[in-house]
C-alpha cells in the first residue's frame, strides 16, 4: 500500500452529521476509508464517460425465453460481440422467465452499445448495465 497523505477537511456540522449517518449504515469503520471510496467512485463513474476507456462491466437482463425467437437473437448478438463478452450466467428464474448476466470488458462506447444494443431487443423485459474500473490506477 502506498504512503498516506494526511489532509484536513472542513464541513458544515449537518452535512458532517449526514456523512457519519450514511459511513455507519453503510458499515465503514472510518471516515477515511468511506471517502477514499467516494473519491474511487467518481473516479469510475468520470473515466466512463471517456469512450475509449478500458472499462469493465456487467450487464444484467431478464426476459421469458418463451418468446419467440428471442432466445435465439440474444445468442446470436452475444456470438457477434465475443471478443467484449468475457462470461455469461445464466439462471432460470421460473418456468417462463431467464436471468442473465454478462461480463463486459472493452472500450467504454463498445461495452456501451453492445449493452443498449441487447436492452432494445423485444422482449427483454429489463436490462441494466453497471460500468466499473478494470482497476488500474485506483
Ligand atoms: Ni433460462
Request: with cysteine; glycine share 8%.
Amino acid at each position: 500500500m502506498p504512503e498516506l497523505v494526511r489532509f484536513g477537511v472542513s464541513m458544515g456540522p449537518e452535512l458532517l452529521a449526514q456523512f457519519d449517518w450514511l459511513i455507519r449504515k453503510k458499515g465503514y469503520t472510518s471516515r477515511s476509508e468511506a471517502l477514499r471510496d467516494l473519491v474511487r467512485s467518481s473516479l469510475v463513474e468520470e473515466e466512463a464517460q471517456e469512450e475509449a476507456a478500458m472499462v469493465a462491466g456487467t450487464l444484467t437482463l431478464v426476459y421469458d425465453h418463451h418468446t419467440s425467437g428471442l432466445s435465439d437473437l440474444l445468442n446470436d448478438l452475444q456470438h457477434d460481440h465475443h471478443q467484449s463478452i468475457v462470461s455469461t450466467l445464466h439462471v432460470h428464474l421460473d418456468a417462463h422467465y431467464c436471468l442473465e448476466v454478462l461480463v463486459l470488458h472493452g472500450s467504454a462506447a463498445d461495452v456501451r452499445r453492445i449493452a443498449d444494443r441487447l436492452i432494445a431487443v423485444k422482449g427483454v423485459r429489463h436490462g441494466k448495465l453497471t460500468l466499473t474500473s478494470t482497476g488500474k490506477g485506483l
